[in-house]
């Protein structure tokens, strides 16, 4: 079981960018499908982004693609959440999520929150003016 720790969060005007990092402990990093997931308040959990254990494969919400960018680096054992062109609506917690299923690309399975067996305990961006 690897555990799952969120950075890079805070406070930024809109249109500005933001690198959220999620450093995964074990050796086993480069076997999990990862993925980015938010929660408002008041609001649902929702999926942001999703990475296949190779990095080969990307999946975005409509709602962030083209600004979001994820990646992993497995030497640092990170996934990482590129943000730009921030938007109020994008204040959330935000969450790194960890499975040990494989996924094919594009599936919709990225999408579902209880897909992933392993959570980080958030980080907190807030976009206001």
């Known amino acids: 079981q690897v555990q799952l720790v969120e950075s890079g969060g805070g406070w930024v005007q809109p249109g500005g960018s933001l690198k959220l990092s999620c450093v995964v402990s074990?050796?086993?990093?480069?076997?999990?499908?990862m993925g980015w997931f938010r929660q408002a308040p008041g609001e649902e959990r929702e999926f942001v982004a999703g990475?296949?254990?190779?990095?080969?494969?990307?999946v975005y919400a409509d709602s962030v693609k083209g600004r979001f960018t994820i990646s992993r680096e497995h030497t640092k054992n990170s996934l990482y959440l590129d943000m730009s062109s921030l938007k109020p609506e994008d204040t959330a917690v935000y969450y790194c999520?960890?499975?040990?299923?494989?996924?094919?690309?594009?599936?919709?399975?990225?999408?579902?929150?209880?897909?992933?067996?392993?959570w980080g305990q958030g980080t907190q961006v807030t976009v206001s003016s």
């Open positions: 074990g050796r086993t990093f480069n076997t999990y499908t």
């Open positions: 999520a960890a499975t040990k299923q494989t996924y094919y690309s594009g599936s919709k399975e990225y999408f579902s929150a209880s897909n992933y067996e392993t």
């Open positions: 990475i296949s254990w190779s990095g080969f494969d990307t």
